[in-house]
């Protein structure tokens, strides 16, 4: 009687330890997203070496669990490899900064930093978790004749605790927690459940463990408050990314700004502290629309971040109204507290997504369309850049309606590639596009702001109208360049590819 009820109470548990195992397994795969997103983006390539990485590691833990079990079936040794687990995620706290640090300086293709990357702090807890399902099969098999009802039960309650933990990572532990404060659940998590097999005992690999994560932990906390006091920075995460608020210098002029960076090669949007004129060379390309189309009255903006130029646009055209398109709410909410954004009622902000704005029957009648969208490593969305796209832009501007583009790319060389597919891509559907260098004084072959100008009918001016803008159409670029690259199309955009290939040139 005694016997059958411990039987009993050890298989509860170790349904629960499946269960809670498989949902862990998850949150740490789509936390491992954002841990990578400040050093080498979000893009694919991310995605697909840690979904990779974790399953290949899973499936080398399936194998070593069951091998391991079938000699020495006694919960002891899944409680220990759950322990280690712990204390692998604890390492991945402790280590992620330094080790993605140095990953990121060194010269290798993208595919091979998100490779290594996910290797090196993801692969060894996962292979640890793959002892879990295999290990429980063992214990919890009384006879051949209720394996496959043993075997079929534990891999579902696995599968709906990797359900379960998706759903729980996307919709409350990445924008209510943070992806840092995450891991430590996690490895507590772990810690707890090992206990649950094995009551706790004063051991060496006990200490280690709970040393392991107390040192993670009050690591990751230190470092965060360092950063803070020392450059304000906070670091937020978005139902969409990894956004990383701070104070700086600016590099032209010396002057304090406050810049929103989610991307680990550049900042996305700044301000200054002590004025309100626009911080970044490109977005003052933006202010060309008032030469192409001197009767401005409605302009449509994709991409707003810290909303840099939508407050500029207000201050230059009191005229004028703008429609902003944000994909991600938190970004207005961070531009509100941190970039001195006021409500005006010329001013509309759309929370969708670009493509599916521009896709609605209901966009129509911009004199302008100004694309301000990107993604991580310097690359835009690829979806708002093909054929498709273009069309989309095209309709809904009136009939004298301009484009002004920016985009990061070489004009020559093996970084030109996403230049010349999208500059392709606009001549399939404007009848006059041009282009322009931000910084004149940089080689065609290095990676750089870019700006498209696209309109469809003929906009440049004769002559300019003051020297600030006729310091932006200076900079025309005339000369002739490769038009190799075949257009984008929402079949084929291999954007982030292009943009791999530049990177590592």
């Not at 230049?419 to 399939?428: D, P, S």
Request: hydrophobic share 45%; aromatic share 10%; net charge neutral.
């Amino acid at each position: 009687m005694d016997e059958s009820g411990e039987s009993g109470k050890i298989g509860a548990t170790l349904d629960i330890v499946v269960f809670a195992c498989g949902a862990l397994v998850m949150i740490y795969e789509i936390i491992g997203s954002r841990i990578l997103a400040p050093f080498i983006g979000t893009s694919t390539y991310v995605w697909t070496s840690l979904i990779g990485v974790i399953l290949g590691a899973l499936s080398l833990g399936y194998w070593l669990g069951g091998k391991t079990a079938d000699r020495k079936p006694d919960v002891k040794y899944l409680a220990t490899a759950i322990l280690i687990a712990s204390g692998l995620v604890s390492f991945t706290t402790i280590a992620k900064e330094t080790v993605l640090s140095i990953i990121a300086s060194v010269p290798m293709w993208l595919e091979f930093k998100a490779l290594v990357a996910a290797l090196v702090l993801f692969a060894p807890a996962s292979v640890a978790l793959g002892f879990v399902t295999p290990f429980a099969v063992r214990l919890r098999i009384a006879s051949l004749g209720e394996a496959g009802k043993t075997v079929g039960r534990l891999y579902a309650l696995s599968t709906v605790g990797s359900i379960a933990g998706t759903f729980s990572a996307g919709f409350v532990l990445l924008p209510f927690v943070g992806s840092v404060r995450t891991l430590y659940i996690i490895a507590g998590s772990l810690f707890v459940l090992s206990l649950m097999l094995v009551p706790f005992a004063l051991t060496r690999k006990h200490i280690a463990a709970v040393a392991l994560l107390l040192l993670g932990i009050s690591g990751s906390e230190l470092w965060r408050y360092t950063l803070y006091r020392t450059n304000d920075l906070l670091d937020i995460d978005t139902e969409y990314s990894r956004v990383q608020v701070f104070r700086a210098e600016d590099r032209q002029t010396g002057r304090p700004i406050r810049a929103l960076s989610f991307d680990p090669l550049s900042t996305q949007s700044a301000m200054f502290l002590d004025g309100d004129e626009l911080v970044f060379e490109y977005t003052k390309f933006y202010h060309l629309i008032r030469v192409l189309r001197p009767e401005l009255g409605r302009t449509l903006m994709i991409g707003g971040a810290g909303y840099s130029f939508p407050k500029s646009y207000l201050s230059a055209y009191p005229e004028a109204t703008l429609d902003v398109v944000e994909i991600d709410p938190a970004m207005t909410r961070i531009a509100r507290e941190h970039f001195r954004l006021t409500d005006d009622p010329r001013l509309r902000i759309y929370h969708r997504d670009g493509r599916l704005f521009l896709n609605d029957a209901a966009c129509s009648g911009y004199d302008a369309v100004l694309m301000d969208a990107f993604g991580t490593l310097f690359s835009v969305p690829f979806h708002l850049t093909t054929h498709e796209a273009v069309v989309n832009i095209y309709r809904c501007l009136n009939e004298d309606g301009v484009v002004v583009f920016n985009i990061g790319s070489a004009i020559r060389g093996p970084a030109s590639r996403f230049l010349q597919a999208e500059f392709r891509t606009y001549q399939e559907v404007f009848s006059n596009v041009y282009l322009f260098k931000v910084r004149p004084e940089r080689s065609d072959d290095e990676l750089q702001n870019l700006i498209i100008v696209a309109c469809k009918r003929e906009c440049l001016p004769a002559e300019a109208r003051d020297p600030f803008t006729d310091s932006l159409l200076s900079r025309r670029y005339t000369d002739a360049f490769p038009l190799e690259t075949p257009a984008l199309t929402d079949d084929l955009a291999p954007v982030e590819r292009y943009n791999s290939i530049a990177q590592s040139n």
